[in-house]
Structure formats: C-alpha cells, structure tokens
C-alpha cells in the first residue's frame, strides 16, 4: 500500500473514531483544530450598576421584561425595552444580575453608549422614593463572544470577569463578556481571537438583530416591531409597566404588520448610500416600509409582512434606484417563518 492510501486510511480511521465535534472537522485537515472564540470589543456599549434594596421593584415598572426571572437560579441575563408612555421604545437593554456583598440584590445594565446620560435622567425620574442607587460604570467593559463551538467558552480566571453569560436574544449572538477595563482579555479567556467592532455588526446585520439606537430609534420605533417577542424581551403576566397598554393590546390582536428583517442590497451599493429612514418600495411603486440602518451591503428594514418576499427597491442618496431584498432570520419563531408564508 503507497503512502497516499496508507494516509487516506488513517484518517478515515480517525474520523470514525475520535468523534471529532462537527465545528472541529470542516473541509480539510488544516482546520481540525477547535475553531477559537472571537471576540469583539464593544466600547459604543455603557454599562450601569443599579443597587439597593428596590431594585427588582423599581425595574419591574418600567421595563417590558419581567425581573422576576432573574431570581431563577439559571437565569442571569435579561433582554428587554425601556418604553414610554405611548408604548413606543426609548432604551434597548440587557440586564446582568449581581450579589452584592451586603446581600442586596443588584443589576447591571447594559445600554447604548450614546444614550447614557438620556437612560440616567429616565431613571432619576422614576426612582423617587425608591431605595435604589443608580451610577454609571466607566471601569467596566463590554465584549461580545461569538464562538466557533457550541459550549461556553472556559475562563483561565473567573475572578476576573464580571460576568460572562449567554446572549439571552438569540443562541447566534454568542456570549456577553464584562471585565474591568484595565484587565487583558488573553488573562480571561484562552485562545480567543479579536476582532473588530464592524465585523460583530455585521453579523448582528446578517441575522437580522437590532441593537441601539440607529437600529431601533428611540420614541420612533415600536417594540413588536422590533421582534422584541422572538429576542426573548418582554413578558405579557408581569403586570404593569411603563408603556404596556398598547404593546399589550397589539401583541393581544395577533396583527404586526411590520417587522424588522435583514436585507441586502445589490451590488456595487452599499448601505452608506442610504439615507436613514428612507422609503422601501416594491417594484411597482407600493409603499413597503424604511431602511433603518446598516454597514456594507447587509442592512436592517422595516418591511410590510405582505411585500417581504418580493424584491423592493429604494433610492439612494444621489437618486439612484438600488434593489434589495429581506430574508427571514433562522432564529425567528417557526410559527412566524410560517406566518410569512402564508401571506
């Protein structure tokens, strides 16, 4: 036997019985090692730590999610919408449960950076009489942790970080990472590749998840629009809070007529070209919904469920008709795909 099929034998020897991972073996040999975490740091995030005794009281009325679930043992992360009082978003947030040494129950609140100084004054105007601190927290630092292999990635010193739990909007979106900032991400997680900020937008914009304030603009965008159902982010038993009588009210209807849906444009555009805002249009000249944000050619709209499937269009900064067309995200609900569907 030559050398060539001794070779091929022995690693068909290999694959039956070493039961390699699926992400483990692609292609070819080159890649049979596990394929690292990459890592992104997202510094255009704000983190604030809110504490005291009326924390899990205080958030309950003003966030769509319910805050109860984070007394559950395996519940760490919550996703959720700060509304006002016409039910339309102001905040998009992820919520991270401390214990605090004194034993007082506290969070951290991840926001956009953008809007921080706005989600303070928002707070200030609720808190009265509560026994709840709010501050910001400059020394922390948000990283998103994409992996290449299913299981959560090992940490070499746990101590070091704040938190590292699962994305609770979708299993696509990985892991959250907070650390404090002065702290080197090599000393936390082993192996981890970094990389840049756009890279980690454009997944977000391939699957079709919003995040801040130019994917989902605050007291314009609504929050079932926003598939705030499908990411995990509100509950309807909680009871009452900012907002909620008509989120409450249309999710009881069945009917959202819009939905956020990624898109692509057709080459040689780029989403730099688009105004944001601007109107989506079938070919025929119907109204189809708004461009709302993007990076490259990969795009976040606004779509009409009843024009999603057809190939739309929408001019350009210069006046140029550029074509695009939206997809339905893997991740959404089956029911929802089949919704679609159907219409």
Known sequence: MGVLSLTLLSGRHLLRHARLSPVTVRRGWSELAPV??????????????????????????????????????????????????????????????????????????????????SLLKHLKIYKIRRKVTVEPCPELSVWAVLP????KPELLTPEKATALEADPRTESMGWRLVMDKSEDPNHVIPSFHKGEVEEYHKHRYSI?????????????????????????????????????ELTARTHHTGVVRKRL??????????????????????????????????LGDLGLG??????????????????????????????????????????
């Open 36 to 117: 690292r975490p990459r890592c992104f740091p997202l510094s255009h995030r704000a983190l604030l730590k809110i504490h005291g005794p009326d924390t899990s009281a205080f958030l309950q009325g003003i966030i769509t999610n319910d805050m109860r679930l984070l007394e559950e043992p395996e519940q760490a992360t919550l996703y959720s919408h700060l509304l006002n009082v016409q039910g339309r978003t102001l905040f998009d947030v992820l919520l991270y449960r401390l214990q605090e040494a004194d034993s007082l129950c506290g969070v951290l609140l991840e926001c956009d950076g953008g809007l921080t100084n």
């Open 302 to 343: 606004l779509v009409r469920t009843t024009q999603a499937k057809e190939e739309l269009t929408v001019k350009s900064v210069d006046g140029q008709t550029v074509t695009l067309k939206a997809s339905v995200p893997d991740w959404w609900p089956l029911e929802a795909k089949l919704n679609l569907e159907r219409v």
């Open 148 to 151: 290449g292999e299913a299981s």
């Open 261 to 294: 849906m990624p898109t692509r444009l057709s080459a040689p555009f780029s989403t730099q070209n688009l105004e944001e805002g601007a109107p989506l249009q079938t070919r025929e000249g119907k109204p189809a919904g708004k461009h709302r944000s993007g």
């Open 208 to 244: 079709g998840l919003p995040e801040g304030a130019k994917d989902i603009p605050p007291g314009v965008a609504l929050p079932l629009e926003s598939n705030l159902v499908f990411m995990n982010g509100i509950s309807f038993t909680k009871g009452c809070y900012i907002g909620q």
